[in-house]
T-cell receptor, first 115, second 112 residues
Framework: AQSVTQLDSQVPVFEEAPVELRCNYS??????LFWYVQYPNQGLQLLLK??????LVKGINGFEAEFNKSQTSFHLRKPSVHISDTAEYFC?????????????FGRGTSLIVHP | TAGITQAPTSQILAAGRSMTLRCTQD?????MYWYRQDLGLGLRLIHY???????GKGEVPDGYSVSRANTDDFPLTLASAVPSQTSVYFC???????????FGQGTRLTVV
């Protein structure tokens, strides 16, 4: 079975500062990695994904993430955040297990951008 | 494109009553999932379905049941609600391979 650990439950940051949201995973098989964003009272929407190829992936709204297989990490970064980036961010892994691809989510990181 | 539609948006339910949360997708995805979201716990999988006619148990299946009579619909039923089932419920779908999951807007359920 796979699992996901998001190391920070809350990350406060000032507007225009850089931010990194940390994610580590564990799995006995190859995984596919995702970051989702959830704005208040909404469902989750995809920010970016790593399926294969280049370990640096770029997503929407200026976010990027780097897959590090040796450290089993998939940290999310943005060089300059905006107030509108305030939201809940979820790291997820999908792996083949028991005949199914099941997305497993971390507990989420609340990004709070202050003016 | 509607994507995934969940109904109702919110509900207050008396303990001991039954309720069905509805979920419909128009993307012809094979796989569908039900998660519950609780503060500090993230999203936990309740039940899933790889294709019409099949279902499986997730991490927290007790007290819930699902059916998958066709590709588009994946209802979640609470047979006898308890206060610990107060949560936000999300339905999601995917192609069933390694692709992303698409989520509905959620159903906020309060059991009193």
């Amino acid at each position: 079975a796979q699992s996901v650990t998001q190391l920070d439950s809350q990350v406060p940051v000032f507007e225009e500062a850089p931010v990194e949201l940390r994610c580590n995973y564990s799995s006995s098989v190859s995984v596919y990695l995702f970051w989702y964003v959830q704005y208040p009272n909404q469902g989750l929407q995809l920010l970016l994904k790593y399926l294969s190829g280049s370990t640096l992936v770029k997503g929407i709204n200026g976010f990027e993430a780097e897959f590090n297989k040796s450290q089993t990490s998939f940290h999310l970064r943005k060089p300059s955040v905006h107030i509108s980036d305030t939201a809940e961010y979820f790291c997820a892994v999908t792996a083949w297990a028991g005949g199914s691809y099941i997305p497993t989510f971390g507990r989420g990181t609340s990004l709070i951008v202050h003016p | 494109t509607a994507g995934i539609t969940q109904a109702p948006t919110s509900q207050i339910l008396a303990a001991g009553r039954s309720m069905t949360l509805r979920c419909t997708q128009d993307m012809r995805h094979n796989a569908m999932y039900w998660y519950r979201q609780d503060l500090g716990l993230g999203l936990r999988l309740i039940h899933y379905s790889n294709t019409a006619g099949t279902t499986g148990k997730g991490e927290v299946p007790d007290g819930y049941s699902v059916s998958r009579a066709n590709t588009d619909d994946f209802p979640l039923t609470l047979a006898s609600a308890v206060p610990s089932q107060t949560s936000v419920y999300f339905c999601a779908s995917s192609t069933g391979t390694a692709g992303e999951a698409f989520f509905g807007q959620g159903t906020r359920l309060t059991v009193v």
